[in-house]
């Protein structure tokens, strides 16, 4: 298993065409930036800041297909954004099967790193696919994937929050005692959500495990 920390600037990023997305989200003060889902050009990403975007400027981006707006209990803002890649077409879709970790940036004050966890062939081929849609992403470091002593520690925070109340709550009994809906009411999120975060945690607890 290999990692690759991919840095994008801020000029890629409007290359990719969410520069105006990320630059919203930084002006209203990001506390968390984190992908919910991520397939071919669509993402869903889960963006927690200080105080309110500014939603006419959201309403005008053309690529936001949909987003939604809760206070958390700390009094900051949560948003829910789904919004479509320009430049990423199907073949995306392929390339982030094959990766058991993709799409989830680290914002920096200039851009941000990605890292690409997989087979090296497919992150590979995931470097190519930016460079297709004509982001010149710089390749920071490339290595083997070390992981964590903690199986638990691969998962974002999120992933682990979902994963624990689901337990919590008897999603993984036999039979099971809690479905996803129990879990979403829970958490006040969407029943999708939950889905596409347990399905991550699972998805890199397996990989921790069975990669070899």
């Given at each position: 298993m290999r990692e690759a920390v991919l840095g994008v600037s801020d000029s890629e990023l409007d290359t990719l065409g969410i520069g105006e997305l990320v630059a919203l989200a930084r002006e209203a003060g990001i506390q968390d930036f984190e992908t919910v889902a991520c397939e071919g050009d669509s993402a869903v990403v889960q963006v927690e800041v200080q105080r309110a975007i500014?939603?006419?400027r959201i309403d005008a981006l053309d690529y936001v297909r949909d987003y939604e707006r809760t206070?958390?209990?700390?009094g900051t803002?949560?948003?829910v954004i789904s919004y479509a890649t320009p430049k990423f077409d199907d073949e995306m879709a392929a390339v982030a099967a094959a990766l058991v970790g993709d799409c989830d940036p680290d914002l920096r004050d200039d851009g941000a790193a990605l890292s690409l966890v997989g087979p090296q062939a497919a992150i590979r081929d995931a470097v190519g696919e930016y460079a297709s849609a004509g982001a010149d992403v710089d390749l920071e470091r490339l290595g083997e994937y070390e992981g964590n002593d903690d199986p638990l520690g691969d998962l974002t925070d999120r992933q682990r929050e979902v994963l624990e109340t689901a337990f919590e709550a008897g999603?993984?009994?036999?039979?099971?005692?809690?479905?996803?809906?129990a879990v979403a009411a829970e958490l006040d999120v969407d029943n999708s959500t939950v889905a596409e975060h347990l399905q991550r945690a699972e998805r890199n607890l397996l990989s921790h495990h069975l990669s070899d």
């Open positions: 500014d939603e006419a206070e958390t209990s700390d803002e949560r948003y999603y993984y009994e036999v039979p099971r005692q809690a479905s996803t809906d």
